[in-house]
Nanobody, 124 residues
Framework: VQLQASGGGLVQAGGSLRLSCAAS????????VGWFRQAPGKEREFVAY????????GYADYVEGRFTISKDYARNTVYLQMNSLKPEDTAAYYC??????????????????WGQGTLVTVSS
């Protein structure tokens, strides 16, 4: 499975961006697709996940209510709508796919396939 992340850019605090994660294969069915981010000098952290089959979602506390993850079956794409962006959201954002269960969907170690990352910069 190959993943292509896009949609990053420079935005002012309070603004919005929508990230896209396009999967190369229909075999993404059954996978969990997650978004993670890594700021300079910090460890990679979980942002959100969605199950391709069923659609269950989960969010990190620091994005809950501001970010929304969704999927488009026809385009084989997962989106991350980011609203009310804050300077602390500045990071490289990565999408990933893997076989996970409820207790492992927030852990990057359980994701086998990773996109190349897209940079989000939020100015104050």
């Amino acid at each position: 499975v190959q993943l292509q992340a896009s949609g990053g850019g420079l935005v002012q605090a309070g603004g919005s961006l929508r990230l896209s994660c396009a999967a190369s294969e229909r075999t993404i069915s059954g996978y969990t697709v997650g978004w993670f981010r890594q700021a300079p000098g910090k460890e990679r952290e979980f942002v959100a996940y969605i199950r391709w089959s069923g659609g269950n979602t989960g969010y990190a506390d620091y994005v809950e209510g501001r970010f929304t993850i969704s999927k488009d079956y026809a385009r084989n794409t997962v989106y991350l709508q980011m609203n009310s962006l804050k300077p602390e959201d500045t990071a490289a954002y990565y999408c990933a796919a893997g076989w996970t269960i409820a207790t492992t969907s927030r852990n990057s170690r359980y994701y086998n396939y990773w996109g190349q990352g897209t940079l989000v910069t939020v100015s104050s």
